[in-house]
């Protein structure tokens, strides 16, 4: 594929109209390329993940295979693929193989309506950067993200192991708790936007206007704070990962619900979807609240920043930043608990996402100007995180309290263990049998019958 291929297009945002005219072989190019870049992403994720993390904690991580240790995943990958495969005795066989394929298989397809740019040509056909949109796309990636599940839970109920079965049950309870949270965080976006397409969600996103001369904000990252906020926590427990990451649960499960798959292809399968959703929930994010592949100020003031193929590097730029993110708090919090997994996605998330929904859905249904109404959904949103931010200080004193409390209940009862007259009440001596542990005869104290 030479250069003089690639001719630059207009630059023109694509619409729901601009998708399903691609020849056959275009549409083959961009799924191989989503596939491609998936895969390369994967071994190019899990290498910038060791190497961060090993800088965070002063060290080198990989440095021997290859160029800065770039070989590294490579020769891992190789290793999973040619290593033996063990099945165990007791397993489900078809339940156990299907297991890793149903997790896979989704997190590769939710990619196909995330767009990278805008409309371009390519040898003399012009189409969208982007391999298809529907009026429902991001209903895709709910749904694809749902699918996942089942390989999860398959894979714990297949390897027929106590520990497996346990992560299979806590991802089953997990995804239905910040899976709904995540879907009323996007419920902001449609009201605002007034579509569920992802390429008239990035088209709407392109000027924000202006208050006063004042410009203001385009990315619904800054609008809608509070949703985009709660949507960067749900993706954290919708892809497993720290500290989320309780059906692995090393120190209480083994591993979870892969405990029972050897080192082998089947292993890497779960590997591959793991980073392949953190990719996806990272490209939707983008989408959603950080401008899709449009260029960042002071960048967008550059006229041909989001003409041709240049917002492709945008995209790629933001993507890198936000799985730096996600390998950031990997680095910097510890698990939580499972009950305080639940009771935030319950009691936390899903209520303040209802307010914010309603709030929103007012502001909306109100006639007012585009300018002002984005003022005020600017200062809404801060009160919103605000009170949000108020609550975790309170939550955070009370929980020190509580703590304070159930040491000194335990201090005490360590005191009445030690002496038990200490309280005040006088405890009498208990005229019981007597028990010798070698033969187990009984001795009766004297004046009993």
Same mark, same amino acid.
């Given at each position: 594929?030479t250069p003089q291929a690639f001719v630059l297009a207009d630059g023109a945002n694509p619409t729901l109209a601009d998708f399903g005219k691609d020849p056959?072989?275009?549409?083959?190019?961009?799924?191989?390329?989503?596939?491609?870049?998936?895969?390369?992403?994967?071994?190019?994720?899990?290498?910038?993940?060791?190497?961060?993390?090993?800088?965070?904690?002063?060290?080198?991580?990989?440095?021997?295979?290859?160029?800065?240790?770039?070989?590294?995943?490579?020769?891992?990958?190789?290793?999973?693929?040619?290593?033996?495969?063990?099945?165990?005795?007791?397993?489900?066989?078809?339940?156990?193989?299907?297991?890793?394929?149903?997790?896979?298989?989704?997190?590769?397809? *939710?990619?196909?309506?995330?767009?990278?740019?805008?409309?371009?040509?390519?040898?003399?056909?012009?189409?969208?950067?982007?391999?298809?949109?529907?009026?429902?796309?991001?209903?895709?990636?709910l749904a694809m993200a749902s699918i996942g599940v089942y390989g999860i839970v398959l894979a714990g109920w297949g390897s027929r192991s106590p520990y497996?079965?346990?992560?299979?049950?806590?991802?089953?309870?997990?995804?239905? *708790?910040?899976?709904?949270?995540?879907?009323?965080?996007?419920?902001?976006?449609?009201?605002?936007?007034?579509?569920?397409?992802?390429?008239?969600?990035?088209?709407?996103?392109?000027?924000?206007?202006?208050?006063?001369?004042?410009?203001?904000?385009?990315?619904?990252?800054?609008?809608?704070?509070?949703?985009?906020?709660?949507?960067?926590?749900?993706?954290?427990? @919708?892809?497993?990962?720290?500290?989320?990451?309780?059906?692995?649960? @090393?120190?209480?499960?083994?591993?979870?619900?892969?405990?029972?798959?050897?080192?082998?292809?089947?292993?890497?399968?779960?590997?591959? /979807?793991?980073?392949?959703?953190?990719?996806?929930v990272s490209g939707l994010c983008i989408t959603l609240f950080l401008g899709g592949w449009r260029a960042p100020w002071p960048i967008s003031l550059w006229?041909?920043?989001?003409?041709?193929?240049?917002?492709?590097?945008?995209?790629?730029?933001?993507?890198?930043?936000?799985?730096?993110?996600?390998?950031?708090?990997? /680095?910097?919090?510890?698990?939580?608990?499972?009950?305080?997994?639940?009771?935030?996605?319950?009691?936390?998330?899903?209520?303040?996402?209802?307010?914010?929904?309603?709030?929103?859905?007012?502001?909306?249904?109100?006639?007012?100007?585009?300018?002002?109404?984005?003022?005020?959904?600017?200062?809404?949103?801060?009160?919103?995180?605000?009170?949000?931010?108020?609550?975790?200080?309170?939550?955070?004193?009370?929980?020190?309290?509580?703590?304070?409390?159930?040491?000194?209940?335990? /201090? @005490?009862?360590?005191?009445?263990?030690?002496?038990?007259?200490?309280?005040?009440?006088?405890?009498?001596?208990?005229?019981?049998?007597?028990?010798?542990?070698?033969?187990?005869?009984? @001795?009766?104290?004297?004046?009993?019958?």
């Amino acid at each position: 594929m030479t250069p003089q291929a690639f001719v630059l297009a207009d630059g023109a945002n694509p619409t729901l109209a601009d998708f399903g005219k691609d020849p056959l072989w275009l549409s083959i190019i961009k799924a191989v390329f989503i596939f491609v870049f998936l895969m390369l992403g994967v071994l190019f994720g899990v290498w910038f993940e060791r190497k961060l993390i090993s800088r965070m904690q002063h060290r080198y991580g990989p440095n021997r295979a290859g160029k800065f240790g770039l070989l590294q995943t490579v020769a891992d990958g190789l290793k999973m693929g040619l290593k033996e495969d063990i099945l165990p005795r007791t397993v489900d066989k078809v339940v156990y193989i299907l297991a890793p394929i149903i997790i896979a298989v989704p997190a590769f397809l *939710s990619y196909s309506i995330i767009p990278f740019g805008p409309m371009v040509s390519i040898f003399g056909v012009r189409t969208p950067l982007q391999l298809t949109d529907l009026p429902v796309a991001v209903l895709v990636v709910l749904a694809m993200a749902s699918i996942g599940v089942y390989g999860i839970v398959l894979a714990g109920w297949g390897s027929r192991s106590p520990y497996a079965v346990l992560g299979g049950l806590r991802s089953t309870a997990q995804v239905i *708790s910040y899976e709904i949270a995540m879907g009323l965080s996007f419920v902001a976006v449609f009201l605002f936007a007034g579509t569920l397409s992802t390429s008239e969600i990035v088209a709407k996103q392109a000027s924000g206007g202006d208050w006063h001369g004042i410009p203001l904000p385009s990315w619904y990252a800054i609008l809608l704070i509070p949703s985009f906020l709660i949507y960067v926590i749900t993706m954290l427990g @919708e892809t497993n990962r720290v500290p989320f990451d309780l059906p692995e649960g @090393e120190g209480e499960l083994v591993g979870g619900f892969h405990t029972e798959y050897s080192s082998s292809l089947k292993f890497a399968m779960f590997m591959l /979807a793991e980073y392949a959703n953190v990719l996806t929930v990272s490209g939707l994010c983008i989408t959603l609240f950080l401008g899709g592949w449009r260029a960042p100020w002071p960048i967008s003031l550059w006229d041909g920043a989001n003409t041709g193929w240049w917002p492709m590097l945008w995209f790629f730029i933001k993507l890198v930043l936000a799985f730096a993110f996600f390998i950031w708090v990997r /680095a910097s919090l510890p698990r939580i608990r499972y009950d305080q997994l639940m009771a935030f996605g319950w009691k936390v998330l899903i209520p303040l996402n209802l307010a914010w929904i309603l709030l929103v859905a007012t502001v909306r249904a109100t006639r007012i100007a585009g300018e002002q109404r984005s003022l005020v959904m600017i200062i809404a949103a801060v009160v919103v995180v605000g009170v949000l931010a108020i609550y975790f200080r309170f939550d955070t004193v009370n929980q020190r309290r509580r703590e304070a409390k159930a040491a000194q209940v335990e /201090a @005490e009862f360590e005191q009445l263990r030690a002496e038990p007259t200490a309280g005040g009440f006088p405890v009498p001596a208990l005229d019981l049998p007597h028990y010798h542990g070698v033969n187990g005869r009984k @001795e009766v104290p004297s004046g009993t019958n």
